[in-house]
């Protein structure tokens, strides 16, 4: 059971939803249904759960009915068909307290215009979550006040919200969101009205943020770029239509139709994916062996090159000449990662594109590490070529280049 779900959740907004509702099943498209009973389709048909502690982006162009879905998960919008579950219960048969209760404890809601009371001093905007609930006075401030220093406002505490930058005015719904401590926090084009620079300090402190607290964020955009930043996974929308849920990989690699295809097409893909995505288990892992059973496993496995792991850490590779040198030189017991090669070694999170200049200079598996500096896979050349050199499927065959070329056309950043 996931967090959240909807299912086969269909909303016409009209006079006579469900009369529009039948004609849609008859097979009526939104711009036939609105031209010819008024009604206009804000969801068809989707059906879509959201994980705990994930942040999930829902992506679509204007009027594709992104905020008609998130506003389904505090019931702001009741669906005309379908069903709408929070931990497997269904909000659309909660009463009305239960409903309040939900809305209280369970969500807030970032805006894109921050929604902040202009009378209000950055304190009491903060804290205002908490004054609803019923928190005494002096342990809402004090709570205000610690969220205020996670975003990085100390200092303006008792500052206005016209006082404040449109960035800065952002940071102080953020806190407001987080210091009323419900587990799912919506995003509705929160950030869209700031300066890019400013945009992408906040995408890094709602990835932060959410990391460090396990919250469930839901973030809506119409722009791929914050949501390849943002998100664990993304939906697509499109007139209403979920058209792909995917990790941001899938979404630039495998693009479903046409329209995603439109949205990734211009995507620096190396910038935007990271190591993880490509990497692959390593053919031969080696775990805190001598030269000789490091010799002997290379030939069970049929290969030339083991990477040695030494305790969970990754201390280097090998290849079969320099040990048999090393087994001549030092002896065949002597332990395999004391002539390990230490390559460099990138980490499970770096964007591929920061590891290109390796891989073009040793055109061989680079070892990546997770973030704790264990051994986790490698990333081939090949691999990466071939993303580089992939259009996506629907492109023309003329226009690909092979995976050896691409790679050495791929541009790192300087
Ligand atoms: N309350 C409403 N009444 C009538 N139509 C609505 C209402 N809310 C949204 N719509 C329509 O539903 C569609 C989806 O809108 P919306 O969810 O706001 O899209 P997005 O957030 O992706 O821009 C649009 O065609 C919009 O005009
Ligand atoms: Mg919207």
Redesign the pocket.
Known sequence: MSLIELDRVTTI??KAPREALARLRQGAD?KTLLDETGH???LHDVSLSIEAGEIFVIM??????????V?HINRL?DPTDGEVRIDGTNILSLSRAELIRLRRKRITMVFQRFGLLPHRQVIENVAYGLAIHGVPKKERLARAREWIERVSLSGYETHYPDQLSGGMQQRVGLARALAADTDIILM??AFSALDPLIRSELQDEVVNLQRSTGKTVVF?T?DLDEALRLADRIAV?RD?ALVQVGTPADILLKPADAYVESFVRNVNRARALTVETLMKPPALRLTAESIGEALAAMRRMRTDVGYVVDDGRFAGVVTKDVLERAANEQGRTTAASEVAEHLPSATTACAIETVLPALLEHQHPIPIVDERGDFAGVLRPEDVGEMLGSDSPSKEEEQAESPAEALKHAQPAA
Request: avoid cysteine; charged fraction near 20%.
């Open positions: 907004f009209g939104k206009v389709v804000g679509g162009l204007s009027g594709s009915g992104k905020s008609t879905l506003r919008v509705d084009e809506i119409h929308l209403g």
